[in-house]
């Protein structure tokens, strides 16, 4: 038997519902906002995600499923988002028709350890906007993910953190401070804080371990190093939130690994998930589209994991039954009429579970709970004598014939009015 390969899952037709909500609200949600889809190949020249995402990242260094092609060119299958859509920006010229506001969704590849809500082909839905430099952008924005968010059901797990990661001008001052800090700290730090102070030293501040959060408590922060614009920028964006009505947590020890990130820096990460809580994560990128060879843009974008959002959702939603109708049949003449009457109540909008395999009307009653249906239909050689269907209501569990030529209209307008 060949099994999935470790780390990847099939989305099997029960999960299915969740996948498609989360997508048809997307598209809704972002379209509300004047955001339109782009789809981009799953796979690039290696060089892109080295450039993008950087070469001495772990993703590019550890996690990427990279190959030659025949002809013998390095490819990789995408580990993020957001390489390949500044690759299409400077491609397609999109500095000439700012501001450029498109969503994404689809698989992603990083080869890690799998664990629960992490695998190895994953599954993302995120959103980039080049073009305004202002916190206006990156209010609305998040003002896009906590409707989004919220319109699912989950707002009463969630909070949004800020930060600001101030940009070249302040960060190199503040980064030699940090480093002058750290060095003084180094021993009661864990070893990859030791081996990230002088090589990347704003990631210690991300460390998750008790002990380096105690020691870092005292840290000196970005926030209280920023320039006056970047100050400006961030406080601007805490007026906009208190605007919009949007609670919000300043979170100072939340960075990014790269450099091309500036300014505004965001995560919503939800309770409801344990340690891996984040659930969203963006940010500001404005020197990314020059890094990649394009016309200097400012941008800022977020990606959403879709497997944790599932994972969320399933504890939260029911999903209502997708069968509207099971019509069961008994003997050869039900099984003719009931080919017939199925379409025919399709034709009004409405799914129908024809009962294609034979059986007693009992086991095919089983069938007719199993599905959720809210009508089951009966339909063997005395009805068909009488031109009719039985007609049960499996909420009610009341039953009633109707002429079958008028059942398809009967239950049209009765699933339209609701349960
Ligand atoms: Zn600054
Ligand atoms: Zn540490």
Redesign the pocket.
């Known amino acids: 038997m060949i099994q999935t390969v470790r780390g990847v899952h099939d989305i099997l037709p029960v999960e299915t519902p969740l996948w498609q909500l989360l997508e048809a609200r997307a598209l809704a949600i972002f379209g509300q906002y004047g955001f339109a889809e782009i789809r981009t190949p799953l796979f690039e020249k290696t060089e892109l995600f080295a450039r993008a995402v950087g070469a001495a990242t772990d993703i590019v260094e550890k996690e990427m499923y990279t190959f030659a092609d025949r002809g013998g060119d390095s490819l990789s299958l995408r580990p993020e988002g957001t390489a390949s859509v500044v690759r299409t920006f400077v491609q397609q010229s999109m500095h000439r028709q700012l501001p450029w506001k498109v969503w994404y969704r689809g698989p992603m590849f990083r080869y890690e350890r799998p664990q629960k809500g992490r695998q190895r082909q994953f599954h993302q839905i995120g959103c980039e906007l080049f073009g305004p430099a202002g916190p206006l952008a990156d209010a609305e924005l998040m003002a896009m993910v906590m409707r989004y968010l919220t319109d699912l059901g989950l707002q009463a797990s969630l909070v949004l953190e800020i930060n600001s990661l101030g940009c070249p001008d302040c960060r190199a001052p503040y980064r030699d401070l940090l480093i002058a800090t750290l060095r003084t700290l180094v021993a009661h ?6 081996n ?1 102070i002088e090589r990347n030293p704003l990631r ?1 501040l991300d ?3 008790e ?3 105690a020691t870092l408590a005292n840290a000196p922060s970005m926030l209280d190093h920023l320039c006056a614009g970047c100050a400006n920028h961030f406080s601007s964006l805490k007026t906009h939130l208190n605007h919009l009505g949007i609670p919000y947590r300043v979170n100072p020890f939340m960075v990014r690994g790269l450099d091309y990130y500036n300014r505004t820096a965001f995560e919503v990460t939800s309770t409801g998930l344990g340690a891996q809580n984040a659930v969203a994560a963006g940010g500001r990128y404005d020197g990314l589209v020059a890094q990649m060879g394009g016309t200097s843009t400012p941008a800022i974008g977020f990606a959403m994991g879709m497997e944790r959002l599932v994972l969320l959702l399933n504890r939260e939603t029911t999903l209502p039954s997708s069968t509207d109708v099971f019509l069961a049949t008994l003997g050869e003449r039900g099984e003719n009429a009931g080919l017939l009457l199925a379409e025919a109540i399709r034709k009004e909008g409405l799914a129908v579970e024809l009962n294609l395999s034979g059986g007693s009307l009992k086991s095919q009653m089983k069938r007719a709970d199993r599905s959720k249906a809210r009508f089951a239909l009966m339909l063997g050689d005395t009805e068909i004598e009488k031109n009719v269907v039985i007609v049960k209501d499996m909420t009610l569990g009341q039953q009633q014939e109707i002429r079958w030529s008028e059942a398809p209209v009967f239950l049209a307008n009765l699933c339209r009015v609701g349960p």
């Open positions: 730090l864990c070893e990859d804080c030791q990230r210690v460390c998750k371990r002990n380096c959060r």
